[in-house]
């Protein structure tokens, strides 16, 4: 009998010991109790399954678990035309720690639900009941915004920035099918535009639309409606254009416009007066470890009143599309100022993200009129060139950005940015390959145009740790080679960092300096197939190496470079 084996019903009468030979009844002296745990009290959308299981547990009278006494379930209440309703089980032991767990998926139609569970053996609360409403799916859908607020250049299109989410508020779980109507507000500057008109959610529960800003600088207010989604159903998008349209400056990616000095307040000079600044307006990204040349690493923000009585309040917005990120502002860092609001005067402290780009600092004041006036700080690593690495024909190839070949690509078009001194070594390197084969190099990612976080995946999230100041690069394991009828062939090489690092090595015995390759190769591991991948990957000057790869492994560390 122990275990209650193939009597489930006996469970609750004494359990029997065997001692020597002898059997032994051990009276507890205690009684069986029926609780319930958890699962209770829940709402779901008719037809789907509850968010949480329920669960029960028996115990003895002074609390301790109750193993393998046996729970019944059923269904005692049904609303009229509640079809398809279901549990996953009618009946249930308990387990070591008294619990018997089911689910539950509720019927076709909308009122409330209720299961017994019942436990025969057991001496107190032998029944408990749990209640369940299903909902209408109008009535639970709420339409939730999924991207922050931004700033973008006036005449840009914003392709795809825009997303809302439908989610099932019971379980939070996104919701497909549902119609979504999309719209410019008349109060918006003139000029703008949004497509398409209307769209679907996606099996998530997100749907994307592409605005179009006007010609002119200003606020931009787009919205999204669901009507069906009851539980919320609209949402609105407060872009602010800047002056800059497309064109960048080149040389540090910062948008035409005016970053220097006090912006004062537009409004006519008899208002209160108001002014934001920033300085320095050019301040280093996080995480990037050793700063050289050295740089800013935090910016103070001033702000300016004519009464110590007048409250405000300010934040910080990217501006779409800097820092070499084509994606939206979806989770993406912002840097953070010491004080979200105020009064009257104040100097405040601005920490960038990880992530490059320029943020627009936005102060909005609180006395009735939403007057605004904006600064900008752009966030960049010193020392990363203004143009990317060319492809010259002869020996080498830039490779890794090509969105046919991989669609993560297309979120970081231009990565091959990087200090002169990269481009310098990884060029001889790629030389003296060429001269040793005859093939040519493929250049993969270097750094993104404005340096800091590249987040390879398109997440905001860590990765690719080493490509964060314009230091370092990987090199494809395939070489291009010209057959002997002209076309070309991609090859694979193996161990081809080992074979980098030798051309390295042996040109530090060549008199002329120029010609020797200031690099280092480095292991960073990665998993394939279940294996340890060690990726070709150098840092270049070689006293780079470590100041800047935060997950650079020592030479030597065992993976199998495929």
Known sequence: MPGCQGNPQGCDLPSFQSTQGKIVVVDLGQTTRLDKISGDNQTQIA????????????????????????????????????????????????????????????????????????????????????????????????????????????????????RVKAVNVHDSKGEEGMSVNWSVL???????????????????????????????????????????????????????????????????????????????????????????????????????????????????????????????????????????????TTRRPRGTLSAPSGTGGAALTYLPSEVSGTEMIRLTLQDGSNRQVNAFVNVQMLGIQKEQLSSPPTFYRLTGNDPFVNFKNQFHPTNHYGTQTLYTEVTKLAFGHFQSSGATLGINDVSLINGGLFDLNANWQPGHECHRKGTSVDIDRSHEVTLSNGTKELKRIKDMGAHLQRIVDASQSNPDPNKRINCRRIVEQGFKNGRKICNVHFECPASEWGASCIQALPEGSECIED
């Open 47 to 162: 037809g789907r399954i509850l968010p949480q299981a329920l669960v029960v547990k028996t115990t003895f009278s002074d609390g301790t678990p109750k193993a393998g006494v046996l729970v019944q379930f059923s269904t005692t209440n049904i609303p009229v035309g509640g079809e398809g309703v279901s549990l996953s089980a009618f009946t249930g032991v308990s387990d070591s720690s008294g619990l018997v767990t089911i689910s539950m998926t509720l019927g076709s139609a909308a009122g409330i639900y209720t299961v017994q569970a019942t436990c025969n053996n057991c001496d107190l609360n032998p029944t408990v009941t749990f209640t369940a409403t299903a909902a209408t799916k109008e009535e639970s859908i709420a339409l939730l915004k999924f991207v922050n607020d931004f700033a973008a250049f006036k005449g840009d299109i914003l392709k795809g920035a825009l």
């Open 186 to 328: 008349p109060e918006s500057s003139t000029g703008a535009s949004i497509a398409p008109a209307n769209n679907a959610t996606d099996q998530f529960g997100i749907v994307r639309a592409t605005a179009a800003l006007g010609p002119t600088t200003g606020l931009y207010k787009f919205r999204a409606f669901c009507a069906d989604c009851q539980a919320g159903q609209e949402i609105i998008f407060n872009i602010t254009a800047i002056e800059g349209s497309q064109r960048r400056d080149r040389v540090s990616e910062v948008p035409l416009f005016q970053k220097k000095g006090s912006i004062p307040d537009p409004d006519n000079l008899s208002q209160p007066l108001l002014t934001l600044s920033v300085s320095p307006s050019t301040v280093a990204p996080g995480g990037v470890g050793t700063l050289n040349p050295p740089q800013d690493t935090q910016a103070m923000v001033n702000i300016q009143t004519s009464s110590s009585t007048l409250a405000w309040s300010i934040e910080v917005l990217p501006v779409f599309g800097t820092g070499g990120h084509i994606h939206d």
